[in-house]
């Protein structure tokens, strides 16, 4: 059975910084594409960032690139992404999704993956 549980989220000023992870179970990590979706009151869950940890490649929403950064602990089975100089916009749920993805397909959409955390609050104050 799949599990997959989000930690770190929490309160911060615009220009700060948090980490969130995701601790994986139930299947053979390395295997599995691993994103980050966000869904902002009255939005849309929209992809964050993907990573793909057999071979390392990784994506990002424009909107996010030069400021958080996806990475992995293949031995801990663990996700995480480092979120530096947040903007109130980033304002959000924030959700773990895995799933057999190939390499450079649609990582960002939503109905590419099966399976879900229960995800983890990110709020950002000006």
């Known amino acids: 059975q799949v599990q997959l549980v989000e930690s770190g989220g929490g309160s911060v000023q615009a220009g700060g910084s948090l980490r969130l992870s995701c601790a994986a179970s139930?299947?053979?990590?390395?295997?599995?594409?691993m994103g980050w979706f966000r869904q902002a009151p009255g939005k849309e869950r929209e992809g964050v960032a993907a990573i793909y940890p057999s071979g390392g490649s990784t994506y990002y929403a424009d909107s996010v690139k030069g400021r958080f950064t996806i990475s992995q602990d293949n031995a801990k089975n663990t996700l995480y992404l480092q979120m530096n100089s947040l903007k109130p916009e980033d304002t959000a749920m924030y959700y773990c999704?895995?799933?057999?993805?190939?390499?450079?397909?649609?990582?960002?959409?939503?109905?590419?993956?099966?399976?879900w955390g229960q995800g983890t609050q990110v709020t950002v104050s000006s």
């Open positions: 999704a895995a799933d057999l993805l190939p390499d450079g397909g649609s990582w960002y959409e939503l109905y590419e993956y099966n399976y």
């Open positions: 139930g299947y053979t990590y390395s295997s599995y594409c």
